[in-house]
């Protein structure tokens, strides 16, 4: 079993600036991708980035210049930093862990972006 823990959500004004980290723990060989998606009120889950064990990184469009995505895998932890958050922004973020073939997720962590 592997145990991905999401934090850093929260309140922020439109213009500032959070930073998500998610931590797995468990039985963990290797891990090739971690990523973090995010889910508003009735929408879909959507990818916001990833990036693998090389350093490879995709952006979905909407946040490419705002957010960053970084890892320790190491540590076993992938951060996301966002920055000039949007109301648009606001969703319910997911972790995502790609450990020994298999996919995981988090239970998300709340970031809510007020205008």
């Known amino acids: 079993q592997v145990q991905l823990v999401e934090s850093g959500g929260g309140l922020v004004q439109v213009g500032g600036s959070l930073r998500l980290s998610c931590a797995a723990s468990g039985s963990i060989f290797s891990i090739s991708t971690m990523g973090w998606y995010r889910q508003a009120p009735g929408k879909q889950r959507d990818l916001v980035a990833t990036i693998t064990s090389g350093g490879s990184r995709i952006y979905t469009d909407s946040v490419k210049g705002r957010f960053t995505i970084s890892k320790d895998f190491a540590k076993n932890t992938v951060y996301l930093q966002m920055n000039s958050l949007k109301p648009e922004d606001t969703a319910v973020y997911y972790c995502?862990?790609?450990?020994?073939?298999?996919?995981?997720w988090g239970q998300g962590t709340q970031v809510t972006v007020s205008s």
């Open positions: 995502n862990a790609n450990v020994d073939y298999r996919s995981w």
